[in-house]
C-alpha cells in the first residue's frame, strides 16, 4: 500500500480499489485499465493545486469532503498536492499568501488551479477581497502560469446565483474572464465528488484531460441528459405523474415532470452516479431536478416551471426495436445503443465496485507482496 494512501487510517485497501474501480466505470474505460488507474492514484506524482474561493457558499468544498464515506475525500487529498486553499489550511495572513506564491514558483507551468464560487467584475471586482486583492485581479494572477483550471461547481462554471439578474457584482464564471487556458468545468449545485476525483484520476492516468463538451464539461459525466437514465421514466413514458406535493402519484414515486422536473434538458450523471454513498439524488427521495449543471435553467428557471421537450431522447434501458417509435428515426437509434452501451457500462462498473472482483483483489495482493518483498 502506497504510504500516500496509508495517511488515511480509515480507508482500508479494499475501499481504496473499490474507489478506484468506480472511476474507472464512470469514465468509461475498459475494465482491464484498473490497475493502470490504481497506480495512478498512488503515484507520488502528484499534481500541485492551487484552490481559489470566491463568491459561493463553499458547498463544493463541502460535499468533496464531507461525504459519509471517507474515501472519495481521501483520494482526492492524496491524489493532489494541496498546495493552498483558504478553508482547509491552516496558516492564515501573510504565510498563507507565501505558501501560494512559493507553490507558484516553484511548479510553473504545472500546477492546476482550481477556481469555487462566481467572480465580480462590476466596479474592478471590488465586492470580493482575499488578502486585500480582489478575486478578479487573483484569478487573473494565478492562472496565469498554471497548467488548467478546473471551475468546480456551477457559480465558477457560469456565475451561479450571484449572477442573476439583476447581478449586483456583475458575477460571471471564470471562462468569461479567462480566454488562454484549457478549463474544465465540473458543474452542480454541488457537483458529484466521483466527477472531481475521476477528472482527476484520468489527468494522472493520461497525463491530460478527459474529452469536453461545448460547455467545457468532460463528457463522461456529462454526455448524456439526466432523463435517460432516471428510475422515474418509465412513469413519465407511461402518463403517470405526480400533481402535487403529497399527493398519490408522489407517494408512489412517479414521474415528477409535472412539478417542474428539468431533467429532460438537463446533462449530469446524478441518477447513475448518485450521492452519499447510500444511493440517493434528488429525483429518487421526490424532489424535481432543478438542472443545477445547466447555464440558463439553475436560478433562472422557477423551480415550478415546465420545460418544453425539444430533442427527445429515450430511456437508456429500452432495447433498440421499441426505439424506432419513441426517438426520432436513425439518430434515436444510434443515441439509445450507445445510451444503452454507457448505462450497462457504468451499472456494470458500480456492481463491480460493490463486489469487487476476487481477480483484480488478488493481482492487487500479489503486486504489494511482491513490492514488500522487494
Ligand atoms: Fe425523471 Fe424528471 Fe424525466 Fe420524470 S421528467 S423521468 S422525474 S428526469
Not at 478527459?210 to 448524456?224: K, Q, S, V
Request: with cysteine; proline share 6%; net charge neutral.
Amino acid at each position: 500500500m502506497s504510504n500516500n494512501i496509508g495517511v488515511y487510517n480509515e480507508v482500508s485497501r479494499r475501499d481504496f480499489i473499490k474507489t478506484c474501480l468506480t472511476a474507472t466505470a464512470m469514465l468509461g474505460l475498459p475494465y482491464g485499465m484498473v490497475n493502470k488507474v490504481i497506480a495512478a492514484a498512488e503515484s507520488s506524482n502528484k499534481p500541485p493545486v492551487i484552490w481559489l474561493h470566491f463568491q459561493e457558499c463553499t458547498g463544493c468544498s463541502e460535499s468533496l469532503l464531507r461525504s459519509s464515506h471517507p474515501t472519495v475525500a481521501s483520494l482526492i487529498l492524496d491524489t493532489i498536492s494541496l498546495d493552498y486553499q483558504e478553508t482547509l489550511m491552516a496558516g492564515s495572513g501573510e504565510q498563507a499568501e507565501q505558501s501560494m506564491h512559493d507553490s507558484m514558483a516553484a511548479n510553473k507551468g504545472k500546477y492546476i488551479l482550481v477556481v469555487e464560487g462566481a467572480i465580480p467584475t462590476k466596479d474592478n471586482g471590488i465586492y470580493c477581497k482575499v488578502g486585500g486583492k480582489t478575486g478578479l485581479d487573483s484569478l487573473r494572477s494565478v492562472s496565469e502560469d498554471s497548467a488548467a483550471i478546473i471551475s468546480i461547481g456551477t457559480c465558477a462554471a457560469y456565475g451561479g446565483i450571484q449572477s442573476v439578474e439583476p447581478n449586483p457584482t456583475g458575477a460571471v464564471g471564470v471562462r468569461d474572464i479567462i480566454k488562454n487556458k484549457t478549463i474544465i468545468n465540473i458543474p452542480g449545485c454541488p457537483p458529484n465528488p466521483y466527477t472531481f476525483l475521476s477528472t482527476i484520476l484520468y489527468y494522472l492516468t493520461f497525463k491530460k484531460f478527459p474529452e469536453l463538451d461545448t460547455l467545457g464539461r468532460p463528457m463522461f459525466a456529462y454526455g448524456r441528459k439526466i432523463h435517460e437514465h432516471c428510475e422515474r421514466r418509465p412513469h413519465f413514458d407511461a402518463g403517470r405523474f405526480a400533481e402535487a406535493y403529497g399527493d398519490d402519484g408522489h407517494a408512489q414515486g412517479h414521474c415528477l415532470y409535472k412539478l417542474g422536473c428539468k431533467g429532460p434538458v438537463t446533462y449530469a450523471n446524478c441518477p447513475v452516479q448518485r450521492f452519499n454513498d447510500v444511493g440517493v439524488w434528488p429525483v429518487s427521495v421526490g424532489h424535481p431536478c432543478i438542472g443545477c449543471t445547466e447555464p440558463d435553467i439553475l436560478f433562472k428557471t422557477s423551480i415550478a416551471e415546465k420545460v418544453q421537450i425539444h430533442d427527445p431522447t429515450p430511456f437508456d434501458a429500452y432495447a433498440p426495436i421499441d426505439i424506432g417509435k419513441k426517438g426520432k428515426g436513425p439518430n434515436a437509434l444510434t443515441t439509445a445503443i450507445v445510451g444503452l452501451a454507457a448505462g450497462a457500462a457504468l451499472g456494470a462498473g458500480a456492481m463491480m465496485a460493490k463486489n469487487l472482483p476476487a481477480s483484480i483483489e488478488n493481482k492487487d495482493k500479489q503486486t504489494n507482496e511482491k513490492s514488500k518483498q522487494a
